[in-house]
């Protein structure tokens, strides 16, 4: 290995550390906020579990481009299981938010199958989930959010951004943070 490979190795791995970093912090003052609005709460328990899920979901989702199965299924089961113990009246109308919510991002996949991927259909699902209906707002924050930084790029870099990816899961996460406190 050169030390032109090695440096870029180690200034990735220092960007990787620094994003971890920045979103504990960040995740960590909004479950304090959660806590701090809720109260001691079963509520506040939710907001705290989806934010910390859904920030573990954006920082990989940032890293490899990718929403893991193995952090947001168990994730979707547990907060419809909770939903179900808490409310077992309202199971039907959260089963088919979270349907609705997952189908939305199907569609686009019709469209254009590599505009979205399953895993963000799959947290969709999840957001629908333990938001209930407030997930339209998480939505529409991540589709204007990321409409933004889309327009921001194409600004900046001209037709060649038209070639590049953007993670999804961070708008998602951010949709689902707003959600939670204004929903």
């Known amino acids: 290995m050169d030390l032109r490979s090695e440096t870029v190795r180690l200034a990735s791995s220092d960007r990787r550390r620094q994003l971890r970093l920045a979103v504990a912090v960040a ?6 906020l959660a806590l701090a609005r809720f109260g001691p709460s079963g509520r506040a328990f939710g907001a705290a579990f989806l934010l910390c ?7 990989v989702d940032l890293e ?13 089961v547990a907060v419809l299981a909770a939903q ?37 259909v799959k947290l969709a699902v999840f957001l629908g989930a333990a938001l209930g209906q407030a997930v339209v707002l998480a939505i529409a924050v991540a589709v204007l959010t990321s409409f933004l930084v889309a327009l921001a790029l ?6 060649a951004a038209r070639k590049s990816a953007i993670a999804f899961g961070p708008f998602l996460a951010l949709g689902a943070a707003v959600a939670i406190f204004l929903g």
């Not at 995740?27 to 304090?32: I, K, R, Y």
């Not at 490899?64 to 979707?76: E, F, K, S, W, Y």
């Open 53 to 59: 899920v859904v920030a573990a979901l954006a920082v």
């Open 84 to 120: 179900i113990v808490i409310d077992p009246g309202r199971t039907p109308l959260l089963i088919a938010i979270s349907l609705a919510a997952g189908l939305f991002f199907c569609l686009p996949m019709l469209v254009s199958p590599g505009g979205m991927g399953m895993g963000d």
């Open 27 to 32: 995740t960590s003052l909004l479950v304090m």
């Open 154 to 159: 194409l600004l900046r870099d001209g037709a």
């Open 64 to 76: 490899q481009r990718r929403i893991p199965n193995r952090i947001v299924l168990p994730a979707t």
